[in-house]
Structures are given as C-alpha cells and as structure tokens.
C-alpha cells in the first residue's frame, strides 16, 4: 500500500510546496515512468535528493506511459509503481499525471531545482517544459549518467532470459 502521506495530488502539492518555501526549503522536482525500479534510477534520486531539502517526484501515469513506450507498458500500473516510489528515503512527495509532459506540474510549483538524468542534454530536454521551467526561474541540473541502465534494456533481458 502506498504511503498516504507521501503521494498527493496537485493541489494538495501545491499547498504543501508553498508551506515549504514559507519555511525555507528547497525544492527539488524529477519526473518519469519509473516503471522497473533499477539501480540507475536509485541513484538518480539520491543525488537529485542531495540538490535540496525536499524532493517531488511527478510519475506518469499507465496512459502517460502507454503514450511515451507503447501498448506493453507499464508493467507495473500506476498504484505499484508509486509504492515503491514512496518506500524509498529520498523521495519525499509523489503526484501522478496523465499526460505526456510535465509542463503544467512545473508551472503549478515552480520547484527550485529540475533534475533529468544522464540521457539528456539541454537541447533534448522537451522544449515545452524546458520554456516553462526557464518561466519559473527554475534551475535545471542534469545528473550525470550511471551506467548503461534503462527499463527497456531490463525489459529485453528478462525477455532474452526466458528464451533460453
């Protein structure tokens, strides 16, 4: 069961986001499918979780993600895969959303920090959320990458494994 606590919807995001700048925290916002959990994406929010004091994960939800890698995902749906999120230290809030960006959650919260992993440059970062989170003011930090790790890539090796 996910924890309450930590997964919101945007408005109660919203409130909680401005009860935290009130205090002085920094605010720091990733997103994605997180469909398999891998070591890569370990990583990837420990140190997004050490750029500030709170950190929002927006994770797409089963139609998002459907949207983005096709019919056969997510193998997990939308309730388990934010349970392990939520299980995890460094993730202090979850919100789920149902479209393909990010775009009107950076807007709603304008977080301090946007962390993407590796596997993104500036110039491929989605131009429609990389122009609202230039209105924000919000500073983008691109982790570098930690090894050759993808669900995709977990995906084909399960699938190879059970051939053989």
Do not use: W
Not at 47 to 71: F, M, T
Not at 85 to 105: G, H, K, M, N
Not at 147 to 157: A, E, K, L, M, W
């Amino acid at each position: 069961m996910t924890n309450p606590r930590k997964l919101v919807d945007l408005q109660q995001l919203r409130t909680i986001i401005a009860d935290l700048r009130a205090a002085g925290q920094r605010v720091v916002f990733t997103n994605g499918c997180f469909d398999i959990i891998h070591p890569g994406h370990i990583l990837h929010l420990q140190q997004a979780r050490q750029e500030g004091d709170v950190l929002v994960v927006a994770l797409n939800s089963d139609e998002s993600v459907r949207q983005l890698k096709g019919p056969d995902r997510p193998v997990f749906s939308q309730q388990e895969r934010a349970t392990v999120l939520a299980a995890l230290e460094p993730v202090d809030y979850i919100t789920i959303f149902d479209t393909p960006r990010v775009t009107e959650i950076i807007e709603a919260t304008r977080p301090d920090v946007y962390i993407k992993g590796g596997d993104y440059t500036l110039d491929t970062l989605v131009a429609e959320e990389r122009e609202a989170l230039d209105r924000c003011g919000t500073e983008i930090r691109l982790l570098p990458e930690i090894g050759n790790f993808s669900t995709t890539d977990v995906i084909n090796r399960v699938r190879g494994s059970r051939e053989t």
